[in-house]
């Protein structure tokens, strides 16, 4: 089934209309070429690009220097509506971009999609490289809808009536390059309002009709199911939307910018690059409450 899924995935009719698309990995990931992003572009193009978004999972475009943090918010309120992070401060200068670079912090290296201990959680995400390291620093994605579709039908079934709590109150990565002092006030900037969940294991996407897995290192436990074996089966879940094939990585270079499906993808970032520096700036758009496959939707547990 696994081949089958990558060869629609990479076959299937290109329907993006005006954009130059490359697909970069087998099930996940298209570069979008010979595009200048920001509050300019008509609504043909902003169709075209969330078309592409939805299909490819994460979209990638070379080159954006033109783009500053305006720039980047204002292409942002053209994609959709902006929201700000609930608990971390936007970055100096900025109406509501989050820094990721060595001063903030709060870059994970750990397998997640964003904000899931919210009921209504971003739809999607753009992330805008100001400073690159020389190696290392790549960023990850795994398609959860190829993850989903790959499960045997027995788990897929299982998967289906299971619900999960999300908390911000989590184990962060280690990182060796920032001190404990550093990680622990990062820690409760982020844990500063404690946010939980119910969530749909698995949820069904608003515009395309696929399923997704909705996991990631924000995940608690399953409800009605006790904590350590929601462990194991989060460990196997989780292990099987990180396989390779279902993966893209991006190697960044200044200028560059991606752009997820939130609703369908987990990230992460590989901290390999030292003492380089890195710096990216992410903006993000509000999302509709998660829906499961028993028509069910999210629900907030606190704050209430």
């Known amino acids: 089934m696994m081949h089958v899924v990558g060869q629609e995935y990479v076959n299937r009719p290109n329907n993006e209309g005006p954009l130059g698309v490359r697909p970069v990995a087998g099930m996940i990931g298209a570069e979008i070429v010979d ?18 978004l939805v299909r490819h999972k994460v979209i990638f475009f070379r080159g954006q220097n033109h783009l500053d943090d305006s720039g980047q918010e204002a292409f942002t309120e053209r994609l959709g509506s902006a929201v700000k992070h609930p608990t971390v401060p936007v970055a100096p200068g900025s109406n509501f971009l989050l820094e990721l670079g060595p001063e903030a912090g709060f870059g994970a290296s750990s397998w997640h999609t964003d904000v899931t201990f919210v009921e209504a959680y971003p739809e999607a995400s753009i992330l805008r490289c100001l400073v690159a390291p020389a190696a290392g620093g790549d960023t990850m994605w795994a398609n959860t809808v190829a993850a989903y579709e790959t499960l045997p039908e027995v788990l897929r079934s299982m998967c289906n009536a299971l619900r999960a709590v999300h908390c911000n109150d989590f184990e962060m990565p280690e990182n060796s390059e920032i001190s404990a002092e550093q990680m622990e006030r990062n820690r409760q900037i982020f844990s500063s309002t404690i946010f939980k969940a119910e969530q749909p294991l698995v949820r069904v996407h608003p515009e395309s009709g696929e399923r997704s897995l909705v996991l990631g290192h924000f995940f608690q436990k399953f409800v009605g199911i006790d904590s350590r074996t929601s462990a194991r089966l989060f460990d196997l879940l989780q292990r099987h939307i990180e396989k390779p094939e279902h993966t893209v990585r991006w190697r960044w270079s200044v200028g560059d910018v991606a752009i997820w499906d939130n609703r369908a993808t987990q990230h992460r970032s590989v901290a390999d690059f030292g003492k380089q520096n890195r710096v990216l700036r992410r903006s993000t758009i509000h999302g509709e409450v998660a829906v499961g496959v028993d028509g069910r939707p999210a629900r907030q547990i606190c704050p209430t």
């Open 35 to 52: 595009l200048q992003l920001g509050g300019h572009l008509d609504d043909s193009i902003m169709a075209a690009i969330r078309a592409a």
